[in-house]
């Protein structure tokens, strides 16, 4: 499908605020409600967009992040992909060309429970190894501003507000009389619910564009290690337009993320840059040949 500039301003509307009304992204690309929802209900048939209410991991117990690069010998790797895909607390999992054969992000209660996850993958047919790196603080995520495990704090929900963020997850744009129906408020009570969890970034409600949609079709991994005088070399990478997310990380290295780009020479670029960073010791990048699974809104109670 070829996309016009209104399409390209709803998309950027929606990526915004997943909820605004029809009627508010009519008013901004000049067109009416009827119109504005012809267009964003065929992006969404196509696939262009998915508006999902990606809930805070703490919700549902996750303080414990890890980036696995999992190794493979004799065995089909998308089959391999597709196992750990079904894992419910593997919300990121992709094929590579690099010296591990996929990447995954895995995340637990605590530690223990990593040590546990890592081992379901170690013990997969087919993989000869795993190497591991813990998050010590997210820096950039264009999903979900995360921070560090030392940010995250107990919410304060009640059966009524979980209630409220299942039917979110199961359809994020649930007008807010259906949401009301469904957790037995009034409509006014419900909105308010609603607005206090975003305010407290319990959720975020949100578009998520497929790359490819708008023509980012090149997606590059890397991993910077640092030299002593390093400590502001994060927050510069971060603020790299092609940088999608970044985290500090206890490992073989210090810091881990994922570039996306229009083209292999901008990444490329960008990738050169971090390496002339005063404090940068060695820079190490893999390509993602097929993104296997990106899902950030799994259900609230965990297996």
Same mark, same amino acid.
């Given at each position: ?28 690309v ?9 267009r964003?209900?065929?992006?969404? +048939? ?10 805070? /991991? ?21 089959t ?10 593997? /919300? ?7 010296r ?48 560090? /495990?030392?940010?995250?704090? +107990? ?23 259906d ?18 969890l ?12 497929? /790359?490819?949609?708008v ?51 901008e ?16 820079? +190490? ?11 950030y ?7």
């Amino acid at each position: 499908m070829q996309l016009d500039d209104v399409d390209l301003a709803l998309l950027e509307a929606l990526r915004a605020d997943g909820r605004v009304s029809y009627e508010g992204l009519g008013t901004l690309v000049g067109l009416s409600r009827t119109a504005a929802r012809a267009r964003v209900q065929r992006m969404l +048939e196509l696939g262009i967009v998915r508006v999902e209410a990606i809930v805070h /991991p703490v919700v549902r117990g996750y303080t414990t992040f890890a980036h696995l690069s999992v190794h493979t010998d004799g065995a089909c790797v998308q089959t391999l992909a597709a196992r750990i895909a079904s894992f419910d607390n593997a /919300p990121f999992v992709s094929v590579v060309a690099g010296r591990p054969s996929l990447i995954a992000e895995v995340r637990t209660g605590d530690l223990g429970e990593m040590e546990t996850a890592i081992a379901s993958v170690r013990d997969l047919d087919g993989v000869v190894g795993v190497d591991t790196l813990l998050y010590t603080d997210v820096v950039k995520d264009s999903h979900l501003p995360l921070g560090g /495990p030392h940010a995250f704090e +107990e919410f304060d929900l009640d059966a009524v507000d979980l209630k409220l963020l299942d039917l979110l997850r199961q359809d994020a744009r649930t007008p807010y009389a259906d949401l009301a129906e469904g957790v037995g408020l009034s409509r006014a009570a419900t909105r308010a619910r609603m607005l206090r969890l975003l305010a407290d970034n319990v959720v975020v409600v949100k578009g998520l564009v497929s /790359p490819t949609a708008v023509g980012i079709d090149q997606m590059c991994g890397f991993q910077v290690q640092l030299e002593r005088r390093g400590d502001d070399v994060a927050e510069i990478v971060a603020k790299l337009e092609t940088v999608d997310f970044m985290a500090r990380t206890i490992g073989r290295c210090d810091l881990v993320g994922t570039m996306i780009s229009r083209s292999a020479a901008e990444i490329s670029g960008a990738l050169d840059g971090i390496r002339m960073l005063d404090g940068v010791r060695s820079v +190490e990048a893999w390509w993602h040949l097929a993104l296997v699974k990106e899902r950030y809104s799994p259900p609230l109670t965990r297996a």
